[in-house]
Each structure stands twice: as C-alpha cells, then as structure tokens.
C-alpha cells in the first residue's frame, strides 16, 4: 500500500513590516494638510481670534494652539494672525477681568479654586497685585502663567483698568507677533522638510504595501 508522500512545502514566513512611522507621519501630515486648507479656506482669522477670547477668558489650554499650526500652514499670514490672535486674547482677558470685578466671590473665585488657587494664595497675592498688578499682567502674557487666572485677580484686586488694558494688549502683541516673526521666516523651509517627509513617507508606505 502506498504510503502518502510528507507535506515538504515549508511553512510561510511573516515578512511583514511594521507601518507605524509611516502612519505616525501620515496622521501627521494629514493634520498638517487639514490646517493648510483651514489656512485657504478664509475661516483663520476667525478661528485664532475665537481662540483667543475663549482661552483667555475661561476655557485651559495654550493662547497660541491655533496660531503656530495655521501660521505654519500660510506663512504669509501669519503677521495677520497674530493680529487676529491679539484682538481675541485682549477681548478674552477683558472678560476674564470682569469677572473678577464684578463676580469675584459668587464665580471668579471658585474659578480661581477649580484652576488650582488656594484662598491663603489669594490673600497673599491681593498686596502684590495693588502694588504691581500690571507688571504681573504684562508677564503673564508674555510667559507660561495662566493669563487668565492673573486677568480675573487684576479685576478682583483693583488693577486700574487703563493699566491692565495697556500691559495685556503689549504682553500679547510681543508674544504673538515674535511668533509669527518666527513662523514668516522659517515657517517655508518648515514646509518644504514636512512636504519632504511626506515624500519620504509615502515611498516607504509603498515599500511596506509592496512586502
């Protein structure tokens, strides 16, 4: 009786290669295209301005989240942004001072405590503030400090409101338009690396597709 024959055909190896920088760049890049058509699209002026008035009034996060990306995207107008950006993060500072004037104990107060500030910090902070209120605004706008928790104890605290407009809107302008400064002049060899890499990226996804 005739036996079968052994199965010889080796066993398949796995030769596939990992795409995760691929996708990483990609993901990347399709954020950074998204922002370019946000930048073409006329709504970017809006959109930092918006920005600006929400963070500097009451919602966390970064006062240039918006800017760098679309100024990245549209170099050419990324002096305009800054503008923009400027107009929206004084009006949010001004709302955030009101608050603090006319609403301190029943909502600027607790806003204060939900952002981390203890009531013996308030009260050691209410002497400084009447003494150099617009030099700590001015910083905050120009540094990582919470803009908006300083803006609300400027109000809270009687900072002269000619004073407190005067030293956000210069603290903001330099910090907006220095990086916009930055993103007109370097933002196009930025560019050409990512649409570099994009390059790069889609022949090793090709490379990766083909194995």
Do not use: N
């Not at 922002?35 to 709504?43: D, I, K, L």
């Not at 050409?192 to 022949?203: C, D, N, Q, V």
Request: proline share 7%.
């Amino acid at each position: 009786m005739t036996q079968p024959l052994p199965h010889t055909t080796p066993p398949i190896e796995s030769r596939t290669t990992s795409p995760q920088p691929v996708r990483g760049w990609r993901r990347f890049l399709d954020v950074y295209y998204a922002f370019h058509r946000w930048a073409e699209s006329g709504w970017s002026r809006s959109a930092v301005a918006g920005w600006g008035v929400l963070q500097g009034s009451v919602v966390p996060g970064p006062s240039d989240a918006l800017l760098i990306p679309l100024g990245l995207a549209d170099a050419k107008r990324a002096f305009s942004l800054a503008l923009w950006a400027t107009i929206g993060s004084v009006i949010g500072a001004h709302l955030a001072y009101l608050l603090g004037a006319h609403a301190f104990d029943s909502f600027a107060e607790p806003l204060l405590t939900w952002f981390g500030v203890s009531e013996a910090r308030l009260a050691s902070s209410r002497a400084l503030f009447e003494r150099r209120g617009w030099v700590l605004v001015a910083l905050s706008a120009t540094s990582p400090l919470s803009a908006k928790m300083i803006c609300t104890a400027a109000g809270a605290f009687g900072v002269p409101f000619p004073e407190f407009t005067i030293a956000i809107t210069v603290g903001r302008g330099v910090r907006f338009f220095a990086i916009a400064t930055l993103l007109r002049f370097a933002g196009p060899w930025v560019q050409r690396w990512l649409e570099k890499k994009a390059g790069r990226a889609g022949t090793d996804g090709a490379r990766v597709a083909s194995q």
